[in-house]
């Protein structure tokens, strides 16, 4: 059984920074791309960045680039969402997410996903 594990959230106030980590067991996932994702209330998910498993170009939403960076360690089956200079509107559930597809921005592009972890971002 897959599972994906996030950790890491928690209540900052901006200009602060945390890192988010995403655990993953029950196969193997070599050829997959890795996403995160963030749903605020009252709002769609909307995609925040994606690498493939292997390495290689990550991409990032234009509200995170510059601020964000997704890293992964093969070895330990974990990925990272570090989030530096964080603001309010970043305040939302971050979801890691796992796919046998290419990078993609799209969720549906992602087989399995975890539970969230919650993100606030005091003013």
């Known amino acids: 059984q897959v599972q994906l594990v996030e950790s890491g ?16 067991s029950g196969r193997t ?7 995160w994702f963030r749903q605020a209330p009252g709002k769609e998910r909307e995609f925040v960045a994606a690498i493939g498993w292997s390495g290689g170009k990550t991409y990032y939403a234009d509200s995170v680039k510059g ?9 330990k089956n974990t990925v990272y969402l570090q989030m530096n200079s ?4 970043d305040t ?10 290419p990078p993609t921005t799209v969720g549906a592009g992602y087989r399995y996903w975890g539970q969230g972890t919650q ?3 005091s003013s």
């Open 9 to 24: 959230g928690g209540l900052v106030q901006a200009g602060d920074s945390l890192r988010l980590s995403c655990a993953a």
């Open 92 to 101: 939302a559930v971050y979801y890691c997410a796992a796919g046998p597809t």
């Open 119 to 121: 993100v606030t971002v």
């Open 86 to 89: 964080l603001k309010p509107e």
């Open 67 to 75: 601020r964000f960076t997704m890293s992964g360690d093969n070895a």
């Open 29 to 35: 996932f070599s050829s997959y791309t890795w996403g």
